[in-house]
């Protein structure tokens, strides 16, 4: 089970700032976060950069081991 951390404008969209969620892929999770947390959610996490275990990927094959973590990271202003 992945645990997934929301960061900024990604945690207001979620509506909660972690979750624990039950998926072998990447691609699966966005899927289940998208279902548990609807459209407008969607359009954040589109913008959003994603990092599994510190690691920034896109790559919807990525495997989600048990203890992942996953965090979600909006675009930050004044970089």
């Given at each position: 089970?992945?645990?997934?951390?929301?960061?900024?404008?990604?945690?207001?969209?979620?509506?909660?700032?972690?979750?624990?969620?039950?998926?072998?892929?990447?691609?699966?999770?966005?899927?289940?976060?998208?279902?548990?947390?609807?459209?407008?959610?969607?359009?954040?996490?589109d913008r959003c950069s994603v990092l599994?275990?510190?690691?920034?990927?896109?790559?919807?094959?990525?495997?989600?081991?048990?203890?992942?973590?996953?965090?979600?990271?909006?675009?930050?202003?004044?970089?």
């Amino acid at each position: 089970m992945a645990h997934v951390r929301y960061f900024a404008a990604a945690a207001e969209a979620a509506g909660v700032h972690s979750e624990s969620v039950d998926a072998p892929t990447l691609g699966e999770l966005r899927q289940a976060l998208v279902g548990a947390h609807g459209a407008s959610f969607a359009g954040v996490l589109d913008r959003c950069s994603v990092l599994v275990d510190g690691a920034n990927t896109a790559d919807p094959g990525a495997p989600l081991a048990e203890a992942t973590l996953v965090d979600v990271l909006p675009p930050f202003a004044g970089g």
